[in-house]
């Protein structure tokens, strides 16, 4: 899962919120100086990503990417299933995602102290490029994996992975529609 399905999963606390955000930058045990809600938020974050990197389901949607993607596969399809989510969202949130996304980078914004540095840096381009609202569009999606292929070296061209995804939408669709409820009802005790 990307962004925008860590945020939506810890949605009711603000500071949950932050630590699913937070969390890829804050390794090991350093989530034990934030906050009680935001290392919880963290660490919802990591159950999160292990439960989806050992889901069935999930590993059937990386195989559409793994021979030409290796360890990438992992990366796109968090993205992929945040635009799924994006593109579906009424059928999760009476919340609209315009509404749900200006109330995210709004709580950035309010706890904008306990990000990481490179977490500060990337909110203004976040916000501009209305990342979390554009992962219903194809076009945010080639953008997002345009950013990515800049900012990680010595990956395999993530960013022409279009071509997979559109020719594998509808399995792809079908994979996150059957594994979203169960990651929600995996994390319903957080």
């Known amino acids: 899962m990307n962004h925008l399905a860590h945020l939506y999963l810890s949605r009711k606390s603000e500071q949950m919120m932050i630590g699913n955000f937070i969390a890829?930058?804050?390794k090991g045990k350093k989530y034990q100086g934030?906050?009680?809600e935001i290392a919880r938020g963290i660490l919802m974050h990591r159950d999160i990503d292990t439960f989806t990197d050992s889901n069935e389901i999930v590993r059937h949607s990386k195989s559409f990417f793994k021979s030409r993607y290796g360890l990438f596969s992992g990366i796109l399809i968090d993205l992929f299933y945040d635009h799924f989510?994006?593109?579906n969202w009424t059928s999760y949130s009476e919340e609209s995602l315009a509404s749900f996304t200006d109330r995210a980078y709004g709580i950035f914004e309010k706890y904008h102290d306990?990000?990481?540095?490179?977490?500060q840096m990337m909110l203004p381009y976040m916000q501009k490029e209305n990342?979390?609202?554009n992962y219903?569009?194809?076009?945010?999606?080639?953008?997002?994996l345009n950013g990515m292929s800049r900012r990680i070296r010595n990956h395999p061209g993530i960013e022409n992975a279009m071509t997979e995804f559109h020719f594998h939408y509808a399995?792809?669709?079908?994979?996150?529609?059957?594994?979203?409820?169960?990651?929600?009802?995996?994390?319903a005790h957080w």
């Open 24 to 26: 890829d930058a804050v």
């Open 34 to 36: 934030y906050e009680e």
């Open 85 to 87: 989510l994006a593109k």
């Open 114 to 119: 306990d990000l990481p540095e490179r977490y």
């Open 131 to 133: 990342w979390l609202l």
């Open 136 to 144: 219903a569009h194809a076009e945010g999606i080639q953008r997002s």
């Open 171 to 187: 399995e792809l669709e079908t994979d996150f529609t059957n594994y979203f409820p169960l990651l929600q009802k995996h994390v």
